[in-house]
């Protein structure tokens, strides 16, 4: 997943943009799942995006132009509005048949040859199970090739951002499954991998450590008082409670990023970390929302000494109300968590 300037989607060939930080945590969840496949090599196009995903899968990587995206000649590199606006014929006329190419635009034809040779090229040279990280379009020309598809066909066939295609070859080479999304455990060490794809610095990364840790001591007192709190799924979501910590709205953006990835139950956690609306129900979002609360950075503290050191950045009427009511939300997790376990777990 390529990181569009602006965030504006554009006809995306041989323009050669990086990961966008959810493209580097797509990478590292299929790293994942190939690894524990037994790759024992990668073949990369050299564009930026493909070379940065390859880099997650663990085994060596060879890189080679025939495994470079389409060149989308004069589309190439322009935004979908710059396109409609200025081809708007022509964009009409792909959306109903996508085999229709832009001016300049390389073949279907010219696409597959080079893939295939590139492909055979990676085939002689390994040994064993290979990873090719290649593009969208050109993966589905060369499907299109395998199954007897016309190319309007094969332009239609689902490929999402980290997807993995499975291919067998035999006497000749047939698709197993396409375009197949891995969704690997967050484990602790998935969890490390995508602070590093979301550049989080140390203190942030200490914190996150620091708030799994007490939100694990929590959950071991709350289930020994009669509560069925998943205890993975807490620390994963305090983990990466502040995944997003570098962007404004913090807690929306790492919620949202995690439910695009198909961790829905995680961002949906991590939405509310910040701000819990609280209905008196102890579930895994109070657990990881409470000890947030009682950590700063990654020193324990109580709840009345992290939200007197938070109020003296609160400078109008308005943050100061609204400080209050996260102070009384907190203050109520806190008497729930210590009425369920019958003793002061939490001051």
């Not at 943009?17 to 945590?25: A, K």
């Not at 022509?90 to 996508?98: A, K, V």
């Not at 395998?146 to 332009?155: E, Q």
């Amino acid at each position: 997943e390529p990181d569009f300037p602006g965030g504006k989607r554009m006809c995306l060939g041989r323009t050669d943009l990086p990961l966008s930080p959810v493209g580097r945590m797509r990478a590292a969840m299929a790293g994942a799942y190939l690894r524990d496949a037994g790759i024992s090599a990668v073949f990369s196009s050299p564009l930026r995006r493909t070379a940065g995903t390859a880099a997650h899968i663990g085994a060596p990587v060879s890189t080679d132009a025939g495994f470079a995206e389409a060149d989308y000649g004069v589309w190439d590199g322009l935004t979908f509005e710059e396109i409609r606006r200025d081809y708007p014929a022509l964009y009409e006329r792909r959306g109903d048949d996508p085999s229709i190419l832009p001016p300049g635009a390389e073949s279907f034809a010219s696409r597959v040859a080079r893939f295939s040779a590139a492909l055979s090229r990676a085939l002689a040279a390994s040994d064993g199970d290979i990873a090719v990280v290649t593009h969208a379009s050109i993966t589905k020309s060369f499907l299109g090739k395998v199954l007897g598809l016309p190319p309007a066909r094969s332009a239609a066939l689902e490929l999402p951002y980290g997807g993995v295609t499975a291919l067998e070859c035999g006497e000749r080479l047939s698709v197993v499954s396409v375009g197949a999304a891995p969704r690997p455990a967050l484990d602790e060490a998935l969890c490390a991998e995508f602070w590093a794809c979301a550049e989080l610095p140390e203190n942030i990364r200490a914190h996150c450590a620091a708030v799994a840790a007490l939100a694990g001591e929590l959950c071991l007192a709350l289930n020994a008082a009669g509560q069925q709190l998943d205890a993975e799924l807490t620390r994963s979501c305090a983990l990466l409670h502040d995944i997003a910590r570098p962007y404004p709205e913090h807690a929306s953006v790492g919620g949202a990023w995690l439910e695009t990835l198909g961790y829905p139950r995680e961002g949906a956690i991590v939405r509310r970390h910040m701000a819990l609306r609280f209905d008196g129900a102890v579930d895994e979002a109070a657990v990881v929302f409470i000890a947030d609360k009682l950590l700063r950075g990654d020193t324990r503290t109580s709840i009345a000494g992290r939200y007197e050191a938070s109020r003296k950045k609160c400078l109008t009427p308005e943050a100061l109300a609204a400080h209050a009511a996260r102070l009384c939300e907190a203050l109520a997790v806190r008497d729930a968590i210590n009425d369920i376990c019958g003793k002061e777990v939490i001051q």
